[in-house]
T-cell receptor
Framework: DAGITQSPRHKVTETGTPVTLRCHQTENHRYMYWYRQDPGHGLRLIHYSYGVKDTDKGEVSDGYSVSRSKTEDFLLTLESATSSQTSVYFC??????????????FGPGTRLTVL | AQKITQTQPGMFVQEKEAVTLDCTYDTSDPSYGLFWYKQPSSGEMIFLIYQGSYDQQNATEGRYSLNFQKARKSANLVISASQLGDSAMYFCAMREATGGGADGLTFGKGTHLIIQP
């Protein structure tokens, strides 16, 4: 199994509070991604990173920011959480060549509830 | 328009039968990749199989094969000899190469497969 961990695995917070989710990989892969999963929508891309300090927006980036200061860590921050950000958040990684590029592996997910 | 369409919200299949899960996609990019994932009730996303747009042969991984029909923009997943443990949500996804490869995947809404004994 690909070495991807997410923390926390579960979090309940209140509207208006900041929240940071962490993704950590041990595969030394170049690309990292944050997705959210909601009923009826499948998974949707929030932000992605193509290297240290290199990030870009995905389909549903409003209200989220990311940072990647090390190859192994990719942080997702909700500056001021809203109830619409209640979701399951998945981190994913892939390499930049060969078979590691053709396989995008996912972390175990973080279930976030915003009250 | 949706980029990935999975037309079967749910399917019931008898154990040991073969299963075909439908996926059609929409892209104007000549270089793209197609992925299938399994999500059991425990919630993790399990990578199953990958097909590149330039691959000449259909991808296979154990009991999984991808029926890739490029002209029809179809990438159906075939599971041979289904097992009770195959019961799960299945997602089709696509990566387009326009962003230099770093872009994430676009997912379909999934098919809920239930294998009956």
């Amino acid at each position: 199994d690909a070495g991807i961990t997410q923390s926390p695995r579960h979090k309940v917070t209140e509207t208006g509070t900041p929240v940071t989710l962490r993704c950590h990989q041990t595969e030394n892969h170049r690309y990292m991604y944050w997705y959210r999963q909601d009923p009826g929508h499948g998974l949707r891309l929030i932000h992605y990173s193509y290297g240290v300090k290199d990030t870009d927006k995905g389909e549903v980036s409003d209200g989220y920011s990311v940072s990647r200061s090390k190859t192994e860590d990719f942080l997702l921050t909700l500056e001021s959480a809203t109830s619409s950000q209640t979701s399951v958040y998945f981190c994913a990684i892939s390499g930049d060549r060969g078979s590691s590029y053709n396989e995008q592996f996912f972390g175990p997910g973080t279930r976030l509830t915003v009250l | 328009a949706q980029k990935i369409t999975q037309t079967q919200p749910g399917m019931f299949v008898q154990e040991k039968e073969a299963v075909t899960l439908d996926c059609t996609y929409d892209t104007s990019d000549p270089s793209y990749g197609l992925f299938w994932y399994k999500q059991p009730s425990s919630g993790e996303m399990i990578f199953l199989i990958y097909q590149g747009s330039y691959d000449q042969q259909n991808a296979t991984e154990g009991r999984y094969s991808l029926n890739f029909q490029k002209a029809r923009k179809s990438a159906n997943l075939v599971i041979s000899a289904s097992q009770l443990g195959d019961s799960a949500m299945y997602f089709c996804a696509m990566r387009e190469a326009t962003g230099g490869g770093a872009d994430g995947l676009t997912f379909g809404k999934g098919t809920h497969l239930i294998i009956q004994p």
